[in-house]
């Protein structure tokens, strides 16, 4: 009894060890007027897997509500960078770990300890919360803690963390996780419940056949459409200069059903965005592609849409 006793107490005092050691880090050149956008502030992280490296994922603090990838900041401060990378952190635990224990490594406690809700945000509230809902998730999943390491202490991967940062500070972004557009429909694919059972759990639901060997997806009307986020994937490819393009006389209105409306822009400031959309939504932009003397292979095709968009409209007039 006495025996049996003592391996229980041994069990209970021994702890897991870490399958995975991620160390987190954001970065803001200035931290001045903030509030303002100023900033260029970017997060990184490194993902050990039993002591070797496994990835590492960096880019810069989203502040626009419209982009897919948007996790709340408000703006670019010291707080939102570090507050990203926990965040970016815990959702590449959710959604494309392993299954393990691990180890969140964060030089700031500030952010540690609001993703534990030791500490109760007070600014950058939307944030905040994001990154405790993502926490309660992982925990809810696999053994997890929020741990403190000093910044710029020599810390071999903290610095490497930081070196991350302050790569997605100068607007770089990586292709790993929820970053790489396969990734990412991979992410839905496997988080997605059974086509079937969603369409028959969910009014005004419908069926899309798989694609590329991916699990079928259920199209759902309202707030929860799965493929709203599918499509707003971004391309990370590197990216010619656009200048801004002047205002033009096209006026707005919707677009007429149009082959190639289905199209994303791969570039500049529509980056992201379907054919149709960025012509019924900015006219102008479209005006200024029609003015291209020599387009490019990135412009090309939006401008091909923009052309037969053009007569489509002429004919209804």
């Keep these: 009894g006495i025996q049996m006793l003592q391996t229980l107490m041994v069990k209970q005092n021994s702890r897991r060890p870490a ?8 970065s803001c050149r200035g931290n001045r007027n903030v509030a303002a956008g100023n900033c260029k502030t970017g997060w990184g992280f490194v993902v050990l897997k039993d002591g070797a490296v496994a990835a590492e994922l960096y880019g810069p603090v989203l502040c626009n509500a419209k982009d897919p990838l948007f996790l709340g900041a408000e703006h670019g401060s010291n707080q939102t960078a570090e507050l990203t990378a926990v965040a970016e952190a815990l959702l590449w635990l959710r959604d494309f770990g392993s299954p393990g224990a691990a180890i969140i490594w964060a030089d700031s406690e500030y952010a540690a300890k609001l993703a534990t809700g030791q500490y109760s945000a007070k600014k950058n ?7 405790q809902d993502l926490y309660k998730q992982v925990v809810g999943k696999r053994q997890l803690e929020m741990r403190h390491v000093k910044g710029h202490s020599g810390h071999k991967w903290n610095d490497v963390a930081d070196r991350l940062a302050n790569q997605g500070a100068d607007g770089r972004r990586c292709t790993e996780g929820r970053w790489n557009p396969s990734g990412t429909i991979a992410m839905f694919a496997r988080r997605a419940p059974d086509a079937s059972s969603a369409a028959q759990q969910t009014p005004g639901a419908s069926v899309t056949p798989p694609r590329s060997g991916l699990a079928p997806v259920a199209q759902v009307t309202g707030s929860e459409k799965l ?8 391309d990370t490819s590197p990216k010619p200069d656009v200048e801004t393009p002047p205002k033009g006389s096209l006026k707005r209105h919707a677009a007429p059903i149009v082959e190639g409306g289905e199209k994303m822009m791969t570039f500049g400031k529509h980056r992201g965005r379907l054919f149709r959309d960025v012509v019924a ?27 037969a968009w053009k007569a489509g409209s002429n004919s209804k007039q």
């Design 19 to 26: 399958v995975y050691d991620i160390y987190t880090d954001g």
């Design 125 to 131: 509230v939307k944030l905040a919360h994001k990154v």
């Design 227 to 234: 493929t709203d986020t599918l499509i707003c994937l971004l």
């Design 281 to 307: 939504e900015d006219p102008q932009y479209a005006d200024w592609a029609l003015r291209q003397p020599s387009p490019g292979q990135a412009l090309s095709p939006f401008l091909a849409f923009v052309k």
